[in-house]
């Protein structure tokens, strides 16, 4: 996909955006609401006359130099707006007019956006699933496949209660338009994906992934309970306090995040067991217990519990377990 230029205003990029692009809005946000309440008030022409006023002069010498370093340093880029239209139509001509000439998305983001929609609603390949027990890397694996896709990734969470980051997750726009892009740049017969919940996180999965996902034959990862409590441990406790220390965030916020999520899931943990749960807590963030002990007790006590019982729905559908490595091996096969 080449470099977009994309001139619409910060706010419309925030609600969505597409990978490789960037944002160099001809009207910052304040400018685009002026000239929409004058084209309500007053149409089209005089809302155009007052764009061109709000942009003229230092304002206009220094949006164009910003559009003409980012051609200079990405001579396929396009240049793109809401519907392609008026503000992609201007920039393009401002950049012609300075010796630089830069082709136009045709239909702008919405196009390209009802294009990504029917990718997704299409998604016609050979699926296979990558389940295991919480702590199984099955994320790791995922990412060691040249077949599969990281959803995980793409949405900036790691799918558990517990697995919240650092950075925000994309808009679900963002994240459909990066996971369409993905898609199409897939060569493979095969698409391997880790099995998940319909939400990643406060990110819903398309409706056609989720149905294919709950039908597609699944390989199973298997890991002994101590090495996916080092596993998490590693993951959860360790990386998370580097990436907090390196943000110059306090281990306290760390432990803020974990009792938190705890909380989301009380209900179906029960009151006493949620209680011993935040006590262990916060004994290992106080340094009295070892972090282990309340990774093993939410695997004996929730998850582990949680995921046999939805193996058994889909027994049915596993056609290969066996270790990481076993696992690896099997689906690189798949064509």
């Not at 005089?46 to 130099?65: D, N, W």
């Not at 950049?95 to 983001?109: M, N, T, W």
């Not at 749960?277 to 309340?294: C, M, P, S, V, Y």
Request: net charge neutral; with cysteine; hydrophobic share 35%.
């Amino acid at each position: 996909m080449p470099p977009l230029l994309d001139v619409r205003a910060p706010a419309e990029f925030k609600v969505g955006q597409l990978p490789n692009s960037v944002n160099l809005p001809i009207l910052n946000d304040a400018e685009r609401t002026h000239v929409g309440i004058v084209y309500k008030q007053q149409g089209q022409e005089t809302a155009i006359a007052v764009g061109h006023r709000l942009v003229s002069g230092e304002i206009r010498s220094q949006r164009l130099e910003s559009w003409s370093a980012f051609c200079r340093g990405n001579p396929d880029a396009m240049v793109m707006c809401w519907r392609g239209g008026q503000r992609s139509g201007l920039a393009q001509q401002w950049l012609a007019d300075s010796g630089i000439d830069i082709p136009r998305v045709e239909g702008g983001f919405k196009a390209l956006r009802t294009a990504c929609l029917t990718t997704l609603d299409q998604p016609k390949k050979s699926w296979w699933l990558i389940s295991g027990r919480t702590g199984s890397a099955k994320t790791v694996l995922v990412q060691n496949i040249d077949q599969s896709i990281d959803l995980e990734g793409l949405a900036n969470h790691r799918g558990s209660a517990f697995g919240r980051r650092l950075t925000p997750q994309p808009t679900p726009v963002t994240f459909e338009n990066t996971l369409a892009i993905k898609y199409l740049q897939h060569e493979f017969e095969s698409l391997v994906v880790e099995d998940e919940s319909r939400t990643i996180g406060r990110i819903g999965l398309p409706l056609a992934w989720h149905h294919q996902m709950q039908q597609a034959p699944i390989a199973l990862v298997e890991a002994s309970f101590e090495e996916r409590v080092e596993h998490i441990h590693k993951e959860y406790v360790h990386d998370a306090q580097l990436e907090h220390a390196q943000a110059g965030l306090p281990v306290s916020d760390l432990q803020r995040q974990y009792e938190e999520a705890g909380g989301r899931i009380k209900r179906r943990l029960g009151g006493l067991r949620f209680e011993q749960l935040t006590q262990k807590i916060q004994g290992a963030f106080r340094g009295t217990l070892d972090h282990r002990e309340w990774i093993s007790y939410l695997l004996r006590e929730y998850y582990d519990p949680m995921y046999d019982f939805q193996l058994q729905r889909k027994i049915h559908r596993v056609a290969f377990r066996g270790d990481a490595a076993a696992v690896t091996e099997f689906l690189q096969a798949r064509p």
